[in-house]
Each structure stands twice: as C-alpha cells, then as structure tokens.
C-alpha cells in the first residue's frame, strides 16, 4: 500500500471515541482517522473488533488492556516523533469515564499534539434502542450520568449515588455492576419500587443484551445472567410512560417563536 496516497494524517495523537461498539455508530471523522492512521492503540477489553475492519493493512495495532499508562505513553510519543499518525481508540465518548485527562497532559508535557475526537456514548445507544427521550416535557428534564464508587475510581461524597437519586431524574449508571446490590437499595430510597430499569449489556456488540425490570429486580437480573462488566443502567420516569400524552410546546401549533410567528399576531401586523 501506498502510504502516501492513502494516508494525509498530520503526525500526532488523535484521542477517538468509538462508540458502543457497533461500527455503524462511528463518526464519519473517526472511520477516517481508523482508515489512515499509522498506529492505533485500543483499548481491547472494550472495544470490540469490529470496530476496527476498515483499518489499513500495514497498521501497527497496539492493544492495551494489558497495559499502563507508563506502558502506553512512551508508545505514543516516540511513534509521533518518528513522523507516525498515532489514533488513541477508546470506547464510547472520550468525555466519560475515559482516563484521557492524564494522557493529554502527559503528551502536552511531551509537546506532542493531540485532538480529540467524539463518540456516541452508550446512554445515547440505550435511549435509541429503546425508543426513548430521556427529557419528556413535565415529566423529566435532567439526566444524570454517574457511576458507583469503586476500587478504582472512588466518586466524591457530594456526588453519592443516593443523592443523585433525590432528583428523580434519568439516571444513567455507568461501571456500576459488581455493586448492583447497594445501588438498588440506594435508588430505592428515592424513586418508586416500580420504576422501570433498562439493564444494557454490551450495547452494539454482538452479544448485546437489553432487559427491562423493576427497579427491585435490578439486582437480581444481573445476577442472574451474570452482567458482570460492560452494563449501563438506565434509569428514568420516562422509561415506563411511553405512552404519555405530554408533548413539547417546541412542533405547537400554538407556540410561536422567531421562526413560525404567531398566525392571527401577524394578520394584525
């Protein structure tokens, strides 16, 4: 392959969110960059082969589920130093949960350039498979996106999960399955037993799983089909009220704004 003709990539680390998992969700940017990049580093354990089909034939494929940060940013510095186009995959969107902060310091320190890219999260794949808005007019207008406190990742006091339930919005909860149990009895304190809970394993992978319980099966469920890594709960009023009548004033007929003025106010212009 001619890596001239193909590729016109500036040296440097592009940051790319993958999405969920299903290639079709990438962005057009991101299926360009996968396409021309010299060397792509991806998190295995999260983003699933597919993902990566369209790839160049001579790409240097570097996964790092294994690996360190000590391991993976010498990597990225010396390839860019050595004129390389370096794609650093990660599922989802780069904004979430994602440990991209330490890398673009760290590269910044190295005076390496860096860009990043978007992704659909898997909240967003969630609501889509579900045919869901999350903000339905007089119902819900929030949504919140928060993990449990782990080993890994421990979440500020201020921001427990039982807090967050308070406000009864569309919780979206990220890397929370091994702690499925006190979550529920967590949400419990504040949304209602028999609020719908959408269990979402593996969102565009082809193993996906989307189940629909009770909040007071939320645990049990997991358990059961043993959703151990890989699982969103989706939370939400709105996930059990599909059939509401409430609609936005935004499509009205009797809501005016800048562009679809007021019928009768214009005729007595």
Same mark, same amino acid.
């Given at each position: 392959?001619n890596?001239?003709?193909?590729?016109?990539?500036?040296?440097?680390?592009?940051?790319?969110?993958?999405?969920?998992?299903?290639? +079709?969700?990438?962005t057009?940017k991101?299926?360009r960059?996968? /396409?021309?990049?010299?060397?792509? !580093?991806?998190?295995?354990?999260?983003v699933?082969?597919?993902?990566?089909?369209?790839?160049?034939?001579?790409?240097e494929?570097?996964?790092?589920?294994?690996?360190?940060?000590?391991?993976?940013?010498?990597m990225m510095?010396e390839? =860019?130093?050595?004129?390389?186009?370096?794609?650093?995959?990660?599922s989802?969107?780069?904004?979430?949960?994602s440990?991209?902060?330490?890398?673009?310091?760290q590269?910044?320190?190295?005076?390496?350039?860096? $860009? =990043?890219?978007?992704?659909?999260?898997?909240?967003?794949?969630?609501?889509?498979? !579900?045919?869901? #808005?999350?903000?339905?007019? #007089?119902?819900?207008?929030?949504?919140?996106?928060?993990?449990?406190?782990?080993? /890994?990742?421990?979440?500020?006091?201020?921001e /427990?999960?039982?807090?967050? /339930?308070?406000?009864?919005?569309?919780?979206?909860?990220?890397? %929370?399955?091994?702690?499925?149990?006190?979550?529920?009895? +967590?949400?419990? $304190?504040?949304?209602?037993a028999?609020?719908?809970?959408?269990?979402?394993?593996r969102?565009?992978?082809?193993?996906?799983k989307?189940?629909?319980?009770? !909040?007071t099966e939320?645990?049990? =469920?997991?358990?059961?089909?043993?959703?151990?890594?890989?699982?969103?709960?989706?939370?939400?009023?709105?996930?059990?009220?599909?059939?509401?009548t409430?609609?936005?004033?935004?499509?009205?007929?009797?809501?005016?704004? !800048?562009?679809?003025?007021n019928?009768?106010? %214009?005729?007595? =212009?």
């Amino acid at each position: 392959m001619n890596r001239s003709a193909t590729n016109s990539l500036q040296p440097a680390v592009y940051i790319v969110g993958a999405g969920p998992g299903d290639p +079709e969700l990438l962005t057009i940017k991101a299926q360009r960059l996968l /396409a021309q990049a010299d060397t792509i !580093l991806y998190a295995d354990s999260l983003v699933p082969q597919q993902i990566l089909q369209d790839v160049r034939s001579d790409a240097e494929l570097i996964a790092t589920a294994n690996k360190t940060l000590e391991d993976i940013i010498p990597m990225m510095i010396e390839r =860019v130093r050595q004129g390389r186009s370096v794609v650093r995959l990660h599922s989802g969107d780069p904004s979430l949960y994602s440990a991209i902060h330490e890398q673009i310091h760290q590269l910044a320190e190295a005076e390496i350039a860096v $860009e =990043v890219v978007p992704g659909i999260s898997a909240y967003q794949d969630a609501a889509a498979k !579900l045919q869901l #808005e999350l903000t339905v007019p #007089e119902l819900v207008q929030t949504i919140i996106l928060t993990r449990f406190s782990g080993r /890994a990742t421990s979440v500020p006091p201020r921001e /427990a999960l039982a807090g967050l /339930a308070a406000h009864q919005a569309s919780l979206c909860l990220y890397l %929370s399955a091994r702690h499925v149990e006190q979550a529920q009895q +967590e949400l419990l $304190e504040h949304y209602p037993a028999s609020t719908s809970v959408a269990i979402c394993y593996r969102l565009g992978w082809p193993d996906e799983k989307i189940r629909i319980v009770p !909040l007071t099966e939320m645990a049990k =469920v997991t358990e059961e089909e043993k959703l151990i890594r890989t699982t969103l709960y989706v939370i939400s009023p709105a996930l059990g009220n599909q059939k509401t009548t409430t609609r936005s004033q935004l499509y009205h007929p009797q809501h005016s704004h !800048l562009f679809r003025p007021n019928s009768k106010k %214009s005729q007595k =212009v």
